[in-house]
């Protein structure tokens, strides 16, 4: 069964960068359509950004467009979402999802914090 770790998730300054990653072990992830979500206390979760796995097409939520960016790195089995110019708003668990053939697995959480 697919297991995902997030990593990356850190405390930063307001206009801050980060990188987060989300790794597999046992399975191709270039096989998956990829996820990243997140939920702020007492807010429901919402998504992100997506990335395909037919055509590495990305979608992005229009609060990050334009900050945050979906990448695989095939070699290294991690899909990483780099995050620009953070907000006090993008505090939240940020967390990882694969999806196939309409199962979905999902990682753990990384903690991002935003200070202003």
């Known amino acids: 069964q697919l297991q995902l770790v997030e990593s990356g998730g850190d405390l930063v300054q307001s206009g801050g960068s980060l990188r987060l990653s989300c790794a597999a072990s046992?399975?191709?992830?270039?096989?998956?359509?990829i996820g990243w979500f997140r939920q702020a206390p007492g807010k429901e979760r919402e998504g992100v950004s997506t990335?395909?796995?037919?055509?590495?097409?990305?979608y992005y939520a229009d609060s990050v467009k334009g900050r945050f960016i979906v990448i695989r790195d095939n070699a290294k089995n991690t899909v990483h979402l780099q995050m620009n110019n953070l907000k006090p708003e993008d505090t939240a668990i940020y967390y990882c999802?694969?999806?196939?053939?309409?199962?979905?697995?999902w990682g753990q959480g990384t903690q991002v914090t935003v200070s202003s």
């Open positions: 999802k694969a999806e196939l053939y309409g199962t979905n697995y």
């Open positions: 046992g399975v191709r992830l270039d096989y998956y359509a």
């Open positions: 990335i395909s796995s037919s055509d590495d097409s990305t």
